[in-house]
């Protein structure tokens, strides 16, 4: 990559309002999309007045929305933004996704964080007739989902605290995790040697192993699942680097792009 002059360029002015507004967008999302102008002052640190500044400015654009408790939203216009967004990952993401499938012979997905849910914008599925199957634009919990796992894994603690209290723990299958104390574990054990496995603990019978996507495009994971039957520890310890390396292959990837 070339270098730029744009990195010397001092944050003020103009430049300081844009960096500030898309911060203020990004603090909205990660307390859950929804937030008042104290406590949006409190996680910023930025002054009451420039928060009502920027606020009025983005509720103006459609950025931001006030609802009737004089409490802020992330407003309609994202949404279009949003939308042609994931579908560019999805498509960037595709050809990572088609190699991996092509080693492991299983289905294959990329997943984003959206707000306290991880969302799926890409997917290729396995060869094999009984096969796992996600709707692109599914939205599923963090504490239960492969994907879910490793977003979590690259929050900060008090993020996944906060997330945490805001959606509890609610059991989806018998193996489901329900313990904040075995989840931290979990999401610890995850960080340590990169990857995470879901035991059946969203779709019984299922197993999949997961990797976050590093980069600075925001949390990010991709994933395999397939059939306990066929994902058995064996297969495991082959898949894992697998997926580990596909995380990083496309974390590269959109750095460059």
């Known amino acids: 990559m070339t270098g730029s002059s744009s990195a010397a360029v001092p944050a003020t002015g103009g430049v300081q309002s844009l960096t500030r507004g ?20 409190e996680r910023t640190g ?19 929305r006030q609802l009737p408790s004089r409490r802020y939203t992330l407003g309609p216009r994202l949404v279009r933004l949003g939308d042609t967004a994931e579908r560019l990952f999805g498509r960037w993401a595709t050809p990572v996704l088609g190699d991996l499938v092509g080693e492991i012979g299983e289905t294959a997905n990329l997943a984003v964080l959206d707000g306290d849910h991880a969302v799926y914008v890409a997917q290729v599925p396995s060869p094999h007739s009984v096969r796992m199957f996600t709707e692109i634009g599914r939205r599923v919990p963090l504490h239960c989902t492969g994907v879910g796992k490793a977003l979590l894994t690259t929050l900060p603690d008090a993020d996944v605290t906060a997330l945490l209290g805001r959606t509890g723990l609610p059991a989806v299958t018998d193996t489901t995790i329900t ?12 960080q340590e040697r990169g990857y995470v496995i879901d035991e059946g603990e969203q779709e019984p019978g299922v197993r999949c192993v997961a990797a976050p996507v590093p980069g600075p495009h925001g ?10 039957g066929r994902v058995d520890d064996a297969a495991l310890a082959r ?17 460059d792009t």
């Open 22 to 41: 898309f911060e203020l967008l990004e603090t909205l999302a990660d307390t859950g999309g929804e937030a008042g102008l104290s406590e949006l002052a």
């Open 46 to 64: 930025l002054a009451p007045a420039t928060i009502h500044r920027l606020v009025r400015t983005l509720v103006g654009l459609g950025y931001l």
């Open 179 to 190: 313990d904040p104390d075995a989840l931290r574990a979990e999401i610890a054990a995850g």
């Open 219 to 228: 949390p990010a994971a991709v994933s395999v699942s397939g059939p306990q």
């Open 239 to 255: 898949i894992a680097p697998l997926v580990v390396a596909a995380g990083q292959r496309l974390g590269a990837i959109l750095a």
